[in-house]
């Protein structure tokens, strides 16, 4: 077997290894995933606003509570000064009363807030507890559809084990130059750096090749290559291959 056949037979290797790295890139699968996922991410970050308002809220209800209780214990003690009579003079206590009915009104006030802040709370628990059961189905879909990948993944995988050693046995056998030159031109020319020359045709590129080319390369013992003008592959001839 010449060199260029060898060549030919790692290339179809290399191919199908090409094809079955490509088809674990591209398992349906992992569109759905991707998609699930995002689902997933759009509730978490409403999930996440939520926590922030409801720490917001959380912090602004003690405030309030810390404001309610000040205002309860003074009003006591205007009360108390009104009740033990420390204010005998009628004008004072007119004074008290008045300052008494203000704090009453801010500590109502407030306690409103509260009851408004504490219902608020209630709907962004209610939207968490929605947000929550919507997110449940879809994160079983995402366990399910990662399984359904690596199951996939592992056939392919083995599948790609399975030509390893084949391939590495037909590499072994090529000089360091000409491995090296295949994989250069399989790098540029989209793995496929070894063409057949096909009813007279450079199988890569579909360039014409020259009569007195093809007559060479038909008539080569193999030791020296020639590429492709155009595409610049390695050019071989197999007879069972071309209709001349
Ligand atoms: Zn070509």
């Known amino acids: ?3 260029l056949e060898i060549l030919l037979q790692l290339q179809d290797q290399d191919l199908e290894l090409d094809r079955l790295r490509l088809e674990i890139d591209r398992i349906e699968e992992r569109k759905q995933l991707s998609q699930a996922k995002s689902s997933i991410d759009l509730i978490d970050a409403k999930l996440d606003e939520i926590s922030r308002f409801k720490k917001e809220f ?15 214990a003074r009003i006591s003690r205007l009360e108390d000064q009104i009740r ?9 206590q007119v004074a008290v009363m008045h300052e008494m009915d203000q704090l009453s009104s801010v500590k109502n006030q407030a306690e409103e807030n509260m009851l ?4 608020s709370v209630e709907k962004l628990d209610l939207q968490a507890r929605e947000l929550e059961s919507q997110k449940l189905p879809i994160t079983n879909t995402v366990a399910e559809l990662e399984s359904q990948i690596q199951v996939k993944v592992q056939a392919l995988e083995q599948e790609i084990n399975s030509h390893l050693p084949n391939r590495e046995s037909i590499y ?10 295949y994989e250069t031109l399989r790098g540029k020319l989209g793995g496929m750096a070894v ?10 590129c579909h360039l014409t090749i020259p009569t007195t080319e093809k007559e060479k390369i038909i008539h080569s013992t193999g030791e020296s290559i020639s590429n492709c003008e155009q595409c610049g592959r390695m050019l071989i001839y197999l007879p069972q291959s071309g209709t001349e």
């Open 195 to 204: 063409a057949q020359i096909l009813d007279g045709k450079c199988s890569g």
């Open 58 to 72: 959380s912090k602004k209800l003690k405030e309030l509570d810390t404001e309610i209780e000040k205002v309860s």
């Open 172 to 181: 072994s056998t090529l000089t360091t130059a000409l491995r090296s030159k």
């Open 84 to 92: 033990s009579g420390q204010v005998p003079n009628v004008k004072d």
């Open 116 to 119: 408004e802040i504490m219902e």
């Open 1 to 3: 077997m010449s060199e």
